[in-house]
């Protein structure tokens, strides 16, 4: 049940490959890929967010799922590994990679509204979280949420606490599954 038989996006391989090579280990697993792709497939004429783009992994899997008339801003700090999913991806005209502080590019762009955001790093989980949420007008909060034996010491505390201030919102639709890594998905309403 829990196997990809679809084919995969089609610079998955070599981003895979890459991140390997770079020693990247924080990327999203297969089936978080899947479920990425099918969400942004439920958004046409999306407009995509991703917080943490990595190698470009789990950004490959939402392009996949995006009809020509969608766009993904994906921003990450770490020039050598965005190199990677630029050089995978950047010929793609639906996306943006962008080489920044996620807290600058949150507070500089608080004012612009997704229809999904995948926060896959701190910035829109753990610091600026209610900037990121108000950023959100119809669609999710998506991340690996259970206990990863690469996670550094003290994050499954910083987990735990997130996943406790999401239920008290009442602005959100939260499912919690443990599934995958743990994926959470808050809906606004």
Same mark, same amino acid.
């Given at each position: 049940?829990?196997?990809? $038989?679809?084919?995969?996006? +089609?610079?998955?391989?070599? &981003?895979?490959?890459?991140?390997?090579?770079?020693?990247?280990?924080?990327?999203?697993?297969?089936?978080?890929?899947?479920?990425?792709?099918?969400?942004?497939?439920? +958004?046409?004429?999306?407009?995509?967010?991703?917080?943490?783009?990595?190698?470009?992994?789990?950004?490959?899997?939402?392009?996949?799922?995006?009809?020509?008339?969608?766009?993904?801003?994906? &921003?990450?700090?770490? %020039?050598?590994?965005?190199?990677?999913?630029?050089?995978?991806?950047?010929?793609?005209?639906?996306?943006?990679?962008?080489? $920044?502080?996620?807290?600058?590019?949150?507070?500089?762009?608080?004012?612009?509204?997704?229809?999904?955001?995948?926060?896959?790093?701190?910035?829109?989980?753990?610091?600026?979280?209610?900037?990121?949420?108000?950023?959100?007008?119809?669609?999710?909060?998506?991340?690996?949420?259970?206990?990863?034996?690469?996670?550094?010491?003290?994050?499954?505390?910083? %987990?735990?606490?997130?996943?406790?201030?999401?239920?008290?919102?009442?602005?959100?639709?939260? $499912? +919690?599954?443990?599934?995958?890594?743990?994926? &959470? &998905?808050?809906? +606004?309403?």
């Amino acid at each position: 049940m829990e196997q990809i $038989t679809q084919q995969f996006p +089609k610079a998955y391989n070599a &981003i895979l490959t890459a991140t390997t090579l770079s020693g990247f280990t924080m990327a999203s697993d297969i089936l978080t890929g899947s479920l990425l792709r099918t969400l942004a497939a439920s +958004k046409p004429s999306g407009a995509f967010l991703e917080l943490g783009t990595g190698t470009g992994l789990s950004t490959s899997w939402i392009l996949d799922g995006m009809d020509a008339s969608s766009t993904l801003i994906s &921003i990450d700090n770490d %020039a050598a590994f965005l190199n990677i999913a630029n050089t995978q991806l950047g010929n793609d005209s639906r996306v943006e990679l962008v080489l $920044t502080d996620g807290a600058k590019w949150v507070e500089e762009n608080k004012h612009r509204q997704f229809d999904y955001i995948f926060a896959d790093t701190w910035h829109g989980k753990y610091l600026l979280l209610n900037e990121v949420l108000a950023m959100i007008k119809k669609g999710g909060l998506f991340d690996d949420m259970l206990p990863q034996p690469n996670w550094p010491e003290g994050h499954q505390e910083k %987990a735990l606490q997130l996943v406790s201030y999401l239920e008290t919102r009442e602005d959100l639709f939260l $499912t +919690k599954q443990v599934w995958s890594t743990g994926i &959470i &998905i808050a809906v +606004k309403k």
